[in-house]
């Protein structure tokens, strides 16, 4: 396992632009998981997919907000009209649900939203 | 509604210290699962444990072990003989069958520094 990998590791960009952010998780990981943590706060949950399907959005996740995994392979997320409040660090995590429920945790993109 | 507090945000230890991390949950489910997770600082979370709601068996990994009390909805963590790699934020979390397990609800936090 390569481990699950992000990119960008950093975006700054200014107030009103468009972002987006991908996440390649473990290879035949079936779960995809989206994260935002704060500054000293735990990750909370954005939205997650079961394969190519996504289940499930928080009330957290604004209509700027949109999550895609094609494939069910890597997965994307979009903010548009970016507002100083998105700047975070984003997560993805994946799971291999049904055989270990446990997240393995990419190293996140850190958003600065000028 | 579920919530996971850790009440300690920052601790410091000298190295060879143990260490304890308290963490406190509340949950309306019976079934549910609690983690600990360890956040170095290079930002990747690494998961440390999972623990099922019915078994309050203690357990130890080498200097690492949890207390889990349901009594008292605490899962604490401890670090024996602390080393300077040990230094990181550490996660308590919580999901919950109701949620089919989907979503992990995590503590704030405590960040340990152990000092040579």
């Known amino acids: 396992d390569t481990g699950v990998s992000q990119d960008p590791r950093h975006k700054i960009t200014k107030r009103g632009q468009n972002v987006t952010f991908r996440c390649d998780p473990i290879?035949?990981?079936?779960?995809l998981y989206w994260y935002r943590q704060t500054l000293g706060q735990g990750p909370e949950f954005l939205t997650y997919?079961?394969?190519?399907?996504?289940?499930?959005k928080s009330r957290l996740l604004s209509d700027r907000f949109s999550a895609e995994r094609p494939k069910g392979s890597f997965s994307t997320l979009e903010i548009q009209r970016t507002e100083q409040g998105d700047s975070a660090m984003y997560l993805c995590?994946?799971?291999?649900?049904?055989?270990?429920?446990?997240?393995?945790f990419g190293s996140g993109t850190q958003l600065s939203v000028l | 509604a579920q919530k996971v507090t850790q009440a300690q945000t920052e601790i410091s230890v000298v190295e060879k210290e143990d260490v304890t991390l308290d963490c406190v949950y509340e949950?309306?489910?019976?079934?549910?699962?609690l983690f600990w997770y360890k956040q170095p600082p290079s930002g990747e979370l690494v998961f440390l444990i999972r623990?099922?709601?019915?078994?309050?068996q203690n357990e130890i990994s080498g200097r690492y072990s949890w207390n889990f009390q349901k009594s008292t909805s605490s899962f604490n963590f401890t670090i024996t003989a602390s080393q300077v790699v040990d230094s990181a934020v550490y996660f308590c979390?919580?999901?919950?069958?109701?949620?089919?397990?989907?979503?992990?609800?995590f503590g704030p936090g405590t960040s340990l520094s152990v000092i040579p």
């Open positions: 949950t309306r489910d019976t079934t549910y699962y």
């Open positions: 979390a919580l999901s919950e069958e109701k949620t089919s397990y989907d979503k992990v609800i």
């Open positions: 623990r099922n709601s019915f078994d309050e």
């Open positions: 997919f079961q394969n190519e399907a996504q289940l499930e």
């Open positions: 290879s035949e990981h079936n779960r």
């Open positions: 995590a994946s799971e291999d649900r049904g055989r270990s429920e446990k997240l393995f």
